[in-house]
């Protein structure tokens, strides 16, 4: 599932949005301003999209934004701020967003803003059943983590059953026939390419 990163000055509010957003399978990462959203990014952390307040101390949301794109940094940005006005939002655009959300505003329309521009951008966007036991969870979260790649049953089981050398490559047959089915229209996504292994497509 896509990993967003979300800026905002008020910590109540990263943490509301935080939550939600895990409770709809997305990992994310929060930061209270956006020269530490710089850092993370700096540091190599990778986000499927940025939701950024705008008035922010010292550096704004638009700023952070456009030194983003400046250098080519191409990652959906959400804003999300007061500013409600036409001129607002036009400035917000300007300065690379992908899409603007005035406060106060309800999680739906978040949620629903957040699966607009991911599947505009080709992020992979595979909801999670609740009915998913351990070991099918952490094997949709490692697909989802690198979508495209394809991993060996060897990986698979170091990565799910680290350590249990009484667990072999039929056990990740049997857990991704299942979690496939559990996916239903979406389990076709999780393919098995000859030679290389399981992947997310």
Known sequence: MAKILIVDDEQD???????????????????LSAEDALA??????RYDMLMLDVMMDRMSGFEMSAALRSRG??????????LDA?????????AGADDYITKPFSFDTVLARVKAVLRRSGTPTVSEPASLTKR?????????QHPGRYFTREEIL???WPGDTLVGERSVDVHIARLRKKLG????RIVNKTGFGYGLV
């Open 40 to 45: 993370l990014i700096d540091a190599g952390r």
């Open 158 to 160: 170091s990565s799910v």
């Open 13 to 31: 509010l990263c943490e509301i949005l935080s939550f939600n957003l895990q409770s709809e399978g997305y990992e994310t990462d929060t930061a």
């Open 136 to 144: 099918e969870h952490l094997i949709l979260n490692l697909f989802r």
């Open 73 to 82: 940094d191409n990652t959906p940005v959400i804003f999300l701020t007061a």
């Open 86 to 94: 036409h001129d607002d939002q036009l400035q917000g655009f300007a």
């Open 185 to 188: 229209a979406e389990g076709s």
